[in-house]
């Protein structure tokens, strides 16, 4: 090593010190200690008596966890599959340009960026059983249910406004990534392909969609790592839904507290999400 | 695709279009709409009010007068005895005069202001710094640096809750007011400084190293290069960055809830709508109105910020 390089060496170390050290002491150290935390019993006080593996086959044994489990899996289904497909609807319908576009762009972005306390409001309001214009619209003016239903109030269906939500709320940033693929494709594929006989729905096979193939993935795989620890969007909408990470928050902070409990829910959660990265970090990423 | 070239493609594209701005638009229409309307109006599934209502708009930004309360003739009574001491008077009026009913608006946002704005500010110089040195300069441990980054970006708050409060109560910091600002100051670095790392990280690759490197010729040290080509350069890149850690700070509510419930002197903004919601003082145009008066700020931020994302330059970067 030269000086020069030894120099360079130490100036990066200088500049990415307070980094490291503020993630390591309230990211990493708190990862590691929370795996502490599932073999104890914890007091909200911070008292903590060592219980072994308590915590895991309570959790495991505990219908609860796995209805959480189950709601979390038809909400991640709902969700990854709803915002990848209207994400890919929208990026093919705007790929052209046209005017006034980036005026509609403006409106599209717009609930991918609203604070969730914010707009849920607007959705519960929507859903409002005696005010809401959705129970009108269904009831009044199709006549397509009996009666006025509160479908925010019981969860089966409250799982299913919850997914739409999210699917209204992140389809932009799924657009986002799949239009700028998509404007990269050059023209010459699709006129080869129209020599070669297809249609546009043939095009859209043979060309757009393998070329698509990469940044698709890339969206589904981000949908899972974010969703599998969403809790604002499912908790301030309709708190009656439980995810894993509500289930977790109930277990940690109310009712009958057992933060060890909630501690070990976590560990189970942060092995699936090392899964989703790994798989990110090494298919996807170039980082 | 549909066709543009005919006139019912054109026709079907203009419907496909309106249909996706209107699903996109409609709930904030219906926050609006619901703010401005009376309360006989709600049930009406028409977006525009009959009557036009301000009264909540007025009532958050403190423009209505202060309702006198009438004070019961009993207790008028215990208070014009002259036996007691007037500390002990003026705490019983106190308590039969506070609006128990008004809701602090302005104090959260400063609140919300304060933690976002703050927490942004300095997660963005520590982004600099960080994503300079992972980006331009050699040094052993640089992947795994980078790599670590990614990592701690995508984990979730849910999974730090338990431990972050354990080890707040642990330091002492969780069962007091101040303490809890400042996890809660601290928190909002830690979520926003991985995404400014990985935003600037991407950009400062696509400058040229050969202007940093004149510079350095022409007798500036790294760190003179840095301030005085770097910088200026990334500008629009660190105002993006900047309300981009702004935004998540102002939407945050997880942590806000876990360490800030007990102290409604510094709740932020979403915390201070949720208590609102479940109390009794919920009434739907005032939580429309304060809605409105969050969302704001962030659709400000937005629109300035858009102009510097356009051609989705942050790729796969973005969190949510």
Redesign the interface.
């Known amino acids: 090593m030269t000086p020069l390089?030894r120099a360079?060496?130490r100036?990066?170390?200088k500049?990415?010190a307070?980094?490291?050290l503020?993630?390591s002491l309230?990211?990493?150290?708190?990862?590691v200690?929370?795996i502490y935390?599932s073999f104890f019993d914890?007091q909200?006080?911070?008292d903590k008596t060592f219980v072994g593996f308590a915590n895991y086959t309570k959790l495991l044994t505990n219908s609860a966890y796995y209805s959480a489990i189950g709601t979390t899996g038809l909400y991640l289904f709902g969700t990854v599959a709803g915002t990848t497909l209207l994400g890919l609807a929208?990026a093919?319908?705007?790929?052209?340009p046209f005017k006034g576009r980036g005026l509609?762009?403006?409106?599209?972005?717009?609930?991918?960026?609203?604070?969730?306390?914010?707009?849920v409001?607007?959705?519960q309001?929507?859903f409002d059983p005696?005010?809401g214009?959705v129970n009108?619209?269904f009831v009044d003016v199709l006549g397509l249910w009996s009666e006025r239903a509160n479908l925010i109030g019981d969860p089966d269906s409250a799982l299913w406004v919850v997914v739409i939500f999210d699917v209204?709320k992140?389809a932009?940033?799924a657009y986002?990534?799949i239009?700028?693929k998509l404007v990269s494709i050059s023209k010459d594929q699709y006129e080869a392909a129209s020599i070669d006989g297809y249609g546009?729905i043939g095009r859209?096979f043979h060309v757009t969609l393998p070329e698509l193939h990469f940044v698709l993935a890339?969206v589904i795989l981000?949908r899972l790592?974010?969703n599998?620890?969403?809790?604002?969007d499912v908790?301030?909408l309709a708190p009656n839904v439980e995810t894993l990470?509500i289930f977790?928050?109930y277990q940690?902070?109310t009712g009958v507290i057992d933060?060890g409990l909630?501690?070990a829910t976590?560990v189970i959660?942060?092995g699936v999400?090392c899964v989703f990265?790994w798989f990110?970090?090494k298919k996807?990423?170039k980082? | 695709m549909l066709g543009k070239r005919t006139i019912k493609g054109r026709i079907a594209f203009v419907i496909a279009v309106a249909a996706l701005v209107a699903f996109s638009l409609l709930p904030f229409a219906q926050i609006l709409s619901t703010s401005l309307k009376h309360q006989f109006d709600w049930g009406n599934p028409s977006l525009i009010p009959q009557k036009l209502n301000l009264e909540a708009y007025k009532e958050l930004m403190g423009l209505t007068e202060v309702q006198k309360v009438e004070i019961p003739a009993a207790i008028q009574k215990i208070l014009d005895n002259p036996n007691l001491p007037q500390d002990k008077k003026d705490a019983i009026a106190a308590k039969y005069t506070a609006n128990d009913n008004l809701f602090p608006f302005g104090k959260y946002m400063l609140n919300s202001v304060i933690f976002s704005v703050g927490a942004a500010a300095i997660s963005l110089i520590l982004a600099v710094m960080g994503a300079y040195a992972i980006s331009r300069l050699r040094f052993k441990g640089q992947t795994v640096i980078q790599r670590s980054v990614l990592f701690v970006y995508m984990v979730g708050g849910v999974l730090l809750m338990v431990p972050l409060y354990q080890m707040a109560m642990n330091a002492g910091l969780a069962s007091t007011m101040w303490g809890s600002a400042i996890c809660i100051f601290l928190i909002y670095i830690v979520q926003t400084l991985p995404v400014g790392m990985y935003m600037l990280g991407n950009y400062f690759r696509g400058i040229p190293f050969a202007l940093e490197e004149a510079a350095m010729m022409d007798g500036c040290s790294r760190k003179e290069a840095i301030i005085t080509v770097v910088l200026p350069l990334s500008l629009p890149m660190l105002a993006t960055v900047f309300i981009y850690c702004f935004i998540i700070g102002w939407n945050e509510y997880l942590f806000a809830s876990v360490f800030l419930k007990q102290y409604p002197e510094f709740h932020t903004l979403p915390l201070a709508l949720q208590e609102l919601f479940v109390s009794k003082n919920a009434i739907w145009d005032r939580i429309m109105a304060a809605s409105m008066l969050t969302l704001a700020p962030i659709v400000v931020c937005f629109l300035l910020a858009s102009r510097f994302m356009k051609g989705g330059q942050t790729e796969g970067g973005v969190k949510g």
Request: hydrophobic share 60%.
């Open positions: 390089e360079e060496a100036f990066g170390w500049l990415v307070p980094t490291i503020v993630l309230l990211i990493i150290y708190p990862l200690y929370n935390l914890v909200l006080n911070g929208m093919l319908l705007l790929k052209e509609v762009n403006a409106a599209i972005m717009l609930p991918y960026v609203a604070p969730v306390i914010s707009v409001f607007g959705w309001f929507l005696i005010s214009v009108y619209v209204w992140h932009p940033i986002m990534l239009l700028s546009p859209f890339t981000l790592i974010w599998l620890n969403r809790f604002e908790y301030l990470p977790t928050y940690a902070f933060q909630a501690a976590s959660q942060l999400l990265i990110y970090i996807v990423m980082w």
